[in-house]
Each structure stands twice: as C-alpha cells, then as structure tokens.
C-alpha cells in the first residue's frame, strides 16, 4: 500500500503558541489530503479537505483561522495550529488519496498534541 | 442521532472464539461501507470494503443490510492479534468523505 508520513509524531507546547504538522505522501502523489481530529474514546472527526494548489474545505464548526492548512505541493500538506489552547489537545491524522489508483485513503501515523 | 453508531465494548473473548460487530448508519444516501482497524494511539487502516453481497476475508466476513441500514463483521477463531478497535466507516461515494464510528473494542485473552 501506498505510505504516509506526519511529523511530529507527538509535540507537548504551552497554550498560545503555534504547532505545525506536516503530512507527507511518500511514494504517490496526492491530490488531495485530509486532516481528522480525534478525541480520547471518540470517532475520527474530519476538520477539512485539503486541495493541492488551492484553499481547504472546511467542516461546520472547524475556525480556519485557527486551523491553518496549506496544500503546496503534490506530496505535502500541513496543518498549523495557531495559538493552542489545552481544548486543542488532540490526535490529529492526515490522509492522502492515491488518485492514480483505487481513489483510497492512506493514513498517516498521526501526531499527538498535547497543549499545557 | 448519530451518523455512523457502534457498540463501544470491550468485547471480551477467549482466543478461538468466534465474534460478531453491528454498526448503524442513518444516511440513506450512502454508497460505500468499510471496517476498518485501529490500534491504540495508532492511525485506522482498512480492513476490508463491505458489499451488499456479503464478502469474505480468511477469518473475517462483513455484511450489508441496506434496508435496515445496517453494517456487521463476523471474526472466526480470534487470535491475540486480533485485539484492537473496529471501525465501522460509511461513504456517501467511494473513498473520500469517510464518517467514521467511534469503533467496537475488541479483546481477545489467552
């Protein structure tokens, strides 16, 4: 299966600083690429849809001020977390679909944030 | 009510034993169904697709109903391994734009 990379895998920072993941597509090429908040013992909530080349989609109730995303090239998206407060505390998990094939999504290994 | 809807668990079994998963889904619209695996601190990865005919994957077999609405997957002879988190994943078309269930725990014992 196609391979996606997140760095950091975990990052602890004081609340008001910025946090960014990066997400990477390591043998295909991406299109588009998904960014997925999940709480402890709660479902993969999808945050937005990030498109190569133009602005992010954005789910109700995801500020996009807040949630920075910036889809540069066909192999890299990252998500920024501006001023992190400890309710942002989350795992956050990026997708990338392999549009030359099956249309699936690869998951990457997730970051861990933890906001004090 | 919730999109996608799973029993959290833990299902407690003994290796060998023979289990069962329902989900729910409350978009009539949806076209594509999936399980999916996580484990702990780990990113899901995809289990097998679910057709309405009903699949089948060595010990795994997944079931569609779509006229309830309704999602299981059957594991024959747990092993160990088998201990992790199952997604039940519904797709309004194809791949893209997955809601996910918060997943059944399942935990197979010596």
């Known amino acids: 299966g196609a391979v996606v990379s997140q760095h950091p895998s975990w990052v602890i920072c004081k609340s008001g600083t910025s946090v960014k993941i990066e997400c990477r597509s390591l043998d295909f090429q991406a299109t588009t690429m998904f960014w997925y908040r999940q709480f402890p013992k709660q479902s993969l909530m999808l945050m937005a849809t990030s498109n190569e080349g133009s602005k992010a989609t954005y789910e109700q109730g995801v500020e996009k001020d807040k949630f920075l995303i910036n889809h540069a090239s066909l192999t890299l998206s990252t998500l920024t977390v501006t001023s992190a407060h400890p309710e942002d505390s989350s795992f956050y998990i990026c997708?990338?679909?392999?549009?030359?094939?099956?249309?699936?999504?690869?998951f990457g290994p997730g970051t861990r944030l933890t906001v004090l | 009510r919730k999109e996608v809807e799973q029993d959290p668990g833990p299902f407690n079994v003994p290796e060998g034993a023979t289990v069962a998963f329902n989900c729910t889904y409350s978009n009539s619209a949806s076209q594509s169904f999936f399980w999916y695996r996580q484990d702990c601190r780990k990113e899901p990865k995809l289990l097998m697709s679910v057709y309405s005919s009903g699949n089948e994957d060595g010990r795994f077999t997944a079931q569609l109903n779509r006229a309830s609405q309704y999602i299981s997957l059957l594991i024959r002879d747990s092993k160990l391994s088998d201990s992790a988190t199952y997604l039940c994943v519904v797709s309004t078309g194809g791949y893209s734009t997955l809601t996910f269930g918060k997943g059944t725990m399942l935990l197979v014992s010596p």
């Open positions: 997708s990338a679909i392999n549009s030359g094939r099956t249309g699936e999504q690869f």
